[in-house]
């Protein structure tokens, strides 16, 4: 069965900062990736889709970056953090039509 | 354009009785729609879907929904409620161009 993994779970981080979050996925070949924020605990933002390695989108102009160096790899980084980066960030994975979530990294930016 | 409509922010069910998320969509196309459940500080679980076929779907911890073609809704049901189904539930859509496109979410609380 598939499944995906996010790490770190939590994390604090002073402004002007790097990032690396990563997200992982087993079980799977060729997997759509994409990359959420959601802050207050309410809606999702998307960040970033790929649909193959190397291959990103961005949806919204920001302090974040993505890559892909692998099939089942995502990462969102950034090079120097802003108390806005703060939230839940939410990888994911689709195959075909359906689309399952990773357990989160909760950011708290200082 | 694609989107999704959450008009409830909060729903509040006493325990037993049945509740209703509801949840109204905008798509190009056949439409392909999701719930999704999610509980404090956790990731989004898939709850059920409707691709095609029946109009009601069944899906995961005794909840259903019904998709209604006409009035673009796809609103989540289930008979009785139980304190533990208190979270926040999202509906989504997917887009022609594979996006997933979630509503802003309702926060539904349980009574007891």
């Known amino acids: 069965s598939q499944t995906i993994h996010q790490w770190p779970a939590t994390l604090v981080q002073p402004v002007g900062s790097p990032l690396s979050l990563e997200c992982t996925v087993e079980?799977?070949?060729?997997?759509?990736l994409y990359w959420y924020r959601q802050a207050a605990g309410r809606g999702l933002q998307l960040l970033f889709y790929s649909v193959g390695i190397g291959q990103i989108s961005s949806e919204v102009p920001q302090n974040l970056s993505a890559s892909r160096p692998q099939d089942r790899q995502f990462i969102l980084s950034s090079k120097k953090l802003l108390l806005s980066d703060s939230g839940f960030y939410l990888c994911?994975?689709?195959?075909?039509?359906?689309?399952?979530f990773g357990p989160g990294t909760r950011l708290t930016v200082l | 354009a694609q989107s999704v409509a959450q008009p409830e922010d909060q729903v509040n069910v006493a325990e037993g009785n049945p509740l209703t998320v509801k949840c109204t969509y905008s798509?190009?196309?056949?439409?392909?729609l999701f719930w999704y459940v999610q509980y404090p500080n956790r990731g989004l679980q898939f709850l059920l879907k409707y691709i095609t076929g029946d109009n009601l779907v069944k899906g995961s911890y005794g909840f259903e929904a019904e998709f209604n073609k006409s009035q673009t809704s796809f609103h989540l049901k289930k008979p009785s409620a139980l304190v533990s189904d208190s979270a926040l539930y999202f509906c989504?859509?997917?887009?022609?161009?594979?996006?997933?496109?979630f509503g802003k979410g309702t926060r539904l609380h349980i009574l007891p």
């Open positions: 994911a994975w689709s195959v075909l039509r359906d689309q399952f």
């Open positions: 989504a859509v997917r887009a022609p161009n594979d996006k997933i496109i």
């Open positions: 079980g799977t070949s060729n997997p759509n």
């Open positions: 798509v190009s196309g056949n439409p392909y």
